[in-house]
């Protein structure tokens, strides 16, 4: 008897499980610099500040900063800063002008042109 109790237990947490709300597919924003210029470095430090000062930013958006100059400092913050040597993001993203802004939600892609750091709530 002792044997079935781990199973019916086992049983109804899967129940519970199958009515789970779906998950929604993370919200990113994929931001290319060139970090040879002060200005696009600014604007990092910018959205850092901003994803640093706003808990709602930040559990709702996901920021990969790709840096495609490959002497440049790193930039460090909140958003996840990479360095893009190989050109393979750029290669995937074809961001076009730089700095660059691509939204990625459900699924979809969006690019635009980048000035100013209270953009990147555009993806939300």
């Known amino acids: 008897d002792l044997k079935i109790l781990p199973l019916l237990l086992l049983a109804s947490h899967q129940t519970a499980a199958g009515k789970r709300q779906p998950e929604r597919q993370p919200t ?6 060139n970090s040879a210029f002060l200005t696009q470095t ?7 500040r901003q ?8 559990s709702r ?9 490959p002497r440049g400092n790193y930039v460090l913050g909140p ?11 750029v290669g995937k993203y074809r961001p076009g002008e730089i700095p ?4 990625l939600k459900g699924g979809k892609m969006r690019a635009e042109k980048f000035t100013a750091a209270q953009e990147i709530r555009t993806c939300l």
């Not at 994803?51 to 930040?58: D, F, G, K, V």
């Not at 660059?100 to 939204?103: E, H, M, P, S």
């Open 79 to 89: 958003a996840n800063y990479i360095k893009a040597g190989s050109g393979a993001w």
């Open 28 to 33: 990113e924003a994929i931001v290319f610099i």
């Open 100 to 103: 660059a802004l691509i939204c």
């Open 61 to 69: 958006l996901t920021v990969t900063i790709v840096d495609i100059y």
């Open 42 to 48: 600014t604007l990092v430090q910018d959205i850092n």
């Open 51 to 58: 994803l640093a000062y706003s808990q709602q930013i930040r």
